[in-house]
């Protein structure tokens, strides 16, 4: 019985994650090159002819880069919501119309032995999503590209034995930091990043209590760096009585590099 997640790459210059289970192999997002997509999944022992669709979250750049490529070169179908497909459609190229598939968001559906269940983010795209993904009795939830984490959010979210969760800066390295200041309001908004106090704060109140793990995910190069981010999530949850090690383990993805390979 395998339930397996990778991620190949987190962050604003790429994202793309690896999810498989005995009959599935899928991307969510492509945000690389189609070239640099390749080469992630082969360092993990995945061949790019095998991989089964792509699961696209929301139309920035830094997701689809490599979605039409891939269709493509392997005949992969593409799986996102309606608003989605009209606001990405121009910047992927010509895709095989057995190819373009439609999920509602809110929707639990299924592809192969894989439960998805596509949930609203608040971002600044057209209908933006994060994912939970079901397999046996485990779960695995993604949450990237959201301002705050509403209630609804979080119900879906809690109990996953595997959380990827954004972590993208730091509020005083963001506001001190050189970007414009339309820049830091929109990265800081409801509609822009998670901070890693609000990762954290997340993190504690969808804890069940069960050993989880963690993956502080799309650090910014600018206004975060890992051993904070790591440091101030883990502070948080200190704080609120959970143990690190023993009830949640924390890590990180990379920017430019894939992860060690996750077993559920």
């Known amino acids: 019985m395998a339930f397996r997640f990778c991620s190949l790459a987190s962050g604003s210059s790429g994202n793309c994650q ?62 996102a919501n ?63 590209d959201t301002g705050f984490v509403n209630q609804n959010i979080k119900k879906k979210i809690y109990d996953s034995d595997l959380l990827v969760i954004e972590s993208n800066h730091d509020i005083e390295m963001l506001k001190m930091g050189r970007y414009p200041w339309f820049l830091k309001k929109r990265i800081m908004g409801d509609t822009g990043h998670l ?11 969808v804890f069940s209590g069960k050993r989880q793990r963690v993956l502080l995910a799309h650090l910014s190069k ?12 883990v502070n948080i949850l200190i704080d609120k009585g959970i143990k690190i090690g023993d009830d949640i383990i924390i890590g990180l993805t990379q920017r430019d590099n894939p992860t060690k390979i996750y077993n559920l």
């Open 195 to 205: 901070s890693n106090d609000l990762a954290g704060e997340v993190i504690s109140e």
């Open 18 to 79: 690896y999810i498989e289970t005995n009959r599935l192999k899928l991307l969510i997002d492509a945000g690389l090159s189609g070239r640099k997509i390749e080469s992630s999944l082969k360092t993990i022992g995945v061949s790019p002819e095998d991989i089964n669709g792509i699961l696209v979250t929301h139309e920035h750049k830094d997701h689809i880069k490599g979605v039409g490529i891939l269709s493509g070169r392997y005949n992969l179908p593409i799986y």
């Open 82 to 144: 309606e608003n989605t497909w009209k606001a990405m459609e121009n910047d992927i190229g010509k895709i095989n119309i057995d190819n373009i598939r439609t999920f509602k968001t809110e929707e639990e559906f299924e592809l192969g032995d894989l439960g998805i269940l596509p949930f609203r983010t608040s971002h600044d795209s057209i209908e933006s999503v994060g994912f939970c993904f079901y397999y046996k009795n485990k779960k695995i939830s993604l949450v990237t």
């Open 222 to 233: 600018e206004n975060n760096f890992p051993e904070l981010a790591y440091q101030t999530v």
